[in-house]
T-cell receptor, first 112, second 111 residues
Framework: DAGITQSPRYKITETGRQVTLMCHQTWSHSYMFWYRQDLGHGLRLIYYSAAADITDKGEVPDGYVVSRSKTENFPLTLESATRSQTSVYFC???????????FGPGTRLLVL | QQPVQSPQAVILREGEDAVINCSSSKALYSVHWYRQKHGEAPVFLMILLKGGEQKGHEKISASFNEKKQQSSLYLTASQLSYSGTYFCGTEWGGGADGLTFGKGTHLIIQP
């Protein structure tokens, strides 16, 4: 019973490279979210998805792309990584629009 | 708009009580509370919906004052395991899905 997992857990990349962060949940939750966490800012919503093939922007979507072809997966792609995207990225899922959110373990990304 | 949490940090002795506040300038639909330990993911504590309800979870409870657009988290007889950063996440009635989090309150419990 894995719940919600993220991969990789740690990633170092260079400016300009494309990076994809993976998120997988086993609860069949309809809602999935991507947040980034930075010192001084707390958690900020990047993108979210209400169901397969339905995605929408959050507070800080610039420079990121998401897709959701299957309910259980919600990958986040940095099309051309920048140093300002160095952060800890958390994926979360929820059974409903207003429900409690359950977070994955996070991916620590360093962009050099 | 990001909710405002207070205090930013608090240090307590084991057994003491603490109150963490979360205020919004916009009308709230719900407030979620999470605790995060260093290097780990946030963990869900409870949700409060508008209507002024109060919820409890062991020695941790919370209230939601709809008039003031404020929620308070109460930690009673704190234990060492309560240490961590507490975040409130807010939803607005007409807003997009997903939560807007405060910057967090760092809670340190000393023996």
């Amino acid at each position: 019973d894995a719940g919600i997992t993220q991969s990789p857990r740690y990633k170092i990349t260079e400016t300009g490279r494309q990076v994809t962060l993976m998120c997988h949940q086993t609860w069949s939750h309809s809602y999935m979210f991507w947040y980034r966490q930075d010192l001084g800012h707390g958690l900020r919503l990047i993108y979210y998805s209400a169901a397969a093939d339905i995605t929408d922007k959050g507070e800080v979507p610039d420079g990121y792309v998401v897709s959701r072809s299957k309910t259980e997966n919600f990958p986040l792609t940095l099309e051309s990584a920048t140093r300002s995207q160095t952060s800890v990225y958390f994926c979360a899922s929820s059974g409903g629009r207003r429900g409690s959110q359950y977070f994955g373990p996070g991916t620590r990304l360093l962009v050099l | 708009q990001q909710p405002v949490q207070s205090p930013q940090a608090v240090i307590l002795r084991e057994g003491e009580d603490a109150v963490i506040n979360c205020s919004s300038s916009k009308a709230l639909y719900s407030v979620h509370w999470y605790r995060q330990k260093h290097g780990e993911a946030p963990v869900f504590l409870m949700i409060l919906l508008k209507g002024g309800e109060q919820k409890g979870h062991e020695k941790i409870s919370a209230s939601f004052n709809e008039k003031k657009q404020q929620s308070s988290l109460y930690l009673t007889a704190s234990q060492l395991s309560y240490s961590g950063t507490y975040f409130c996440g807010t939803e607005w009635g007409g807003g997009a899905d997903g939560l807007t989090f405060g910057k967090g309150t760092h809670l340190i419990i000393q023996p």
